[in-house]
């Protein structure tokens, strides 16, 4: 199995006024966790949305096994996201939910059953989506995501709203799924909760990305994790990397 990776090259994008997105270029491996840190603001959203086909760049790329969103052949086959968990009807049963989900994407029933078994929601599937609490909430949006069994996951700040038990549970579902040659993409601002599910970082701040590499690479010269992305986030940053004076590793990549 080759897996599918994510290839995002030069991207930006300008709302009235805003820079959201100036410059940002990454990618995200097969069988690796990679998280999309940066503080409020910084542009993961509006990357995430022109990865995903929902907000057009002005400029660069971002590829998803070498294709534009809008040119895969089975979109929810290829890559699940999660960008806002508003998106179910609370009058609908979990199990309604997830069952038009299926047939907008061309898959069996039976995929509803099991992606709420994966992600443990099976017990709630026959209650309301509005009598749902944010966190079976994520867990509902994240078996949406699944049920085409896809090779990319990409959320956005997934974490939020669920408790402590929660976010292990998440971490390690990602953890594993990755390890089965599969990609994940998550964005967070909070850097504690990254630290121990990622294989690579992604910083992004201001619209660019200030630095790539993998986590064990961020605190290699024993900077520690908060420093560092204090370090490379802050107003007055040199935007080096921790450790390597001179040259981002994005900047080394494009030299
Ligand atoms: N539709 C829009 N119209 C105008 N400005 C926007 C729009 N979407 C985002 N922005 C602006 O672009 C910048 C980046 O926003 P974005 O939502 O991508 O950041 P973020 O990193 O996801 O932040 P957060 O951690 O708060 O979710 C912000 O200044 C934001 O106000
Ligand atoms: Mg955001």
Redesign the pocket.
């Known amino acids: 199995m080759s897996g599918t990776d994510i290839q995002v090259s030069g991207l930006a ?1 300008r ?2 006024g ?4 100036t410059d940002v270029t990454f990618s995200a491996r097969p069988g690796r966790v990679t998280g999309f840190l ?12 022109m990865l995903l086909g929902l ?1 057009r760049p002005d400029a660069g790329t971002a590829l998803i096994g070498g294709a534009w969103y809008r040119d895969l052949e089975e979109p929810s086959s290829t890559v699940g996201a999660v960008l806002d968990i508003a998106a179910a009807h609370p009058a609908m049963t979990a199990r309604g939910h997830l069952r038009t989900y299926c047939a907008l994407g061309g898959h069996e029933p039976a995929n509803a059953a099991r992606v709420a078994e994966l992600t443990g929601i099976s017990a709630y599937l026959d209650r309301r989506v509005g009598s749902f609490s944010t966190g079976m909430r994520q867990r509902l949006s994240l078996a949406t995501a699944l049920l085409g069994d896809p090779d990319v996951l990409v959320l ?2 997934p974490s939020n709203g669920l408790d402590p038990a929660g976010i292990v549970w998440l971490r390690t579902f990602l953890r594993e799924f990755a390890a089965g040659d599969r990609t994940v993409l998550l ?1 967070s ?1 909070v850097l504690t909760e990254l630290q121990h599910g990622v294989d690579d970082l992604v910083l ?1 701040d201001r ?1 660019h990305v200030a630095w790539e590499g993998s986590l064990a690479e961020f605190t290699a010269h024993g900077t520690s994790l908060e420093e560092a992305f204090l370090r490379l986030t802050s107003e007055t940053a040199s935007h080096t990397a921790p450790g390597a004076p001179g040259t981002t590793h994005a900047e080394r990549a494009h030299a």
Do not use: M, W
């Open positions: 994008k709302f009235a805003v820079d959201a997105v940066g503080p409020n603001g910084a542009g993961k959203s509006t990357t995430l949305r907000t956005d700040e964005s601002h992004i619209g």
